[in-house]
């Protein structure tokens, strides 16, 4: 296959569809050399055309805590009280730069996620 920008859907489905024939190819070998250059463009047009935005931070936090089995009452230690959770988490308060830097280091959420 010819390397060349990935234009259209077209082209971005040949370009995978040359990416799985691909998929064994040896480091060093000029099929290597190929599938990373289409891996590379692929990521190009995907970046344009499949951007994923950040989380609402809300829902960051809600997903993070069904991952790790927990109940609001859970978040109590690192929010604040019982009620602050649940305003925070019915979107009445905001959160504060120490509620986002704990939620960080606490749960790995991306903190690009928590700031809105």
Same mark, same amino acid.
């Given at each position: ?8 859907? !077209? ?16 480091? *060093? ?5 190929? !599938? ?17 935005? !950040? ?13 790790? *089995? ?9 929010? *604040?009280?019982? *009620? ?13 730069? !120490? ?18």
């Amino acid at each position: 296959m010819e390397a060349k920008l990935i234009k259209t859907e !077209a082209d971005y489905n040949l370009a995978l569809a040359r990416l799985e024939e691909l998929f064994d190819a040896k480091p *060093g070998s000029k099929n290597f050399d190929e !599938a990373e250059l289409l891996m590379t463009l692929v990521e190009i047009y995907e970046e344009q055309h499949y951007k994923i935005e !950040a989380p609402d931070p809300i829902e960051a936090i809600k997903f993070r805590m069904e991952q790790m *089995g927990m109940k609001r009452v859970d978040l109590a230690q690192y929010l *604040g009280s019982r *009620g602050r959770v649940s305003e925070i988490l019915n979107r009445q308060r905001s959160l504060t730069l !120490a509620m986002i830097k704990k939620l960080h280091k606490e749960f790995g959420i991306p903190a690009e996620s928590l700031l809105t």
